[in-house]
């Protein structure tokens, strides 16, 4: 991004939205703040959640922190074993490491729930979802169109299954 191009304020009333379905479990609309700021390191979106829903399934990074600021609405915030109902002015914290970090955000108010999600950003990331026993897989290196890879733990392989077991000709 050029400096031209910067612009170091995003007002949250007038960014473009950007909807997203799956299911009935699954909605929200979107905004990628921290694209538009020109930010690399910290990840920053602005979502709003309609009643009932959830913007994605419960998860955990093995690289990426992230951190969620409430700003309008209510919910409820599931973080490993426990689950915590949460509401304007809070602020969830949600650590990179394994299945005891997982965290699932789900609208249980009347009206959306409008909130802040920051993450730190790594080249590489791992991250598992513990419902479903799936990893995914995700790299931006040195290319236009980003790695990602999901799949589910009960499909691992030994290191060496498939390898050519003949010394090479080159």
Known sequence: MSREQRNPVARLSSLPLEPFRHG??????????????????????????PPGKSSCPCHVHHVWDELFVILEGH???RFGEETYEVGPGDVLGAPCGDAEFAHKLTN?????????????LAECDVCEYPDS????????????RPFRFIGR????????????????KT
């Not at 249980?108 to 730190?120: N, P, Q, R, V």
């Not at 026993?133 to 236009?144: A, D, F, V």
């Not at 691992?156 to 050519?164: I, L, T």
């Open 133 to 144: 026993g799936k990893l995914g897989l995700g790299s931006r290196i040195g290319t236009e």
């Open 24 to 49: 009935q479990a699954y909605e929200s609309e979107d905004a990628r703040i921290g694209d538009r700021l020109g930010l690399t390191k910290i990840g920053a979106t602005y979502i709003e959640v």
């Open 108 to 120: 249980t108010g009347a009206t959306k729930l409008k909130y802040l999600a920051i993450s730190s």
């Open 153 to 168: 733990l009960a499909d691992r392989r030994d290191y060496w299954d498939g390898e050519p077991d003949e010394p090479s």
């Open 75 to 77: 919910g409820r915030y």
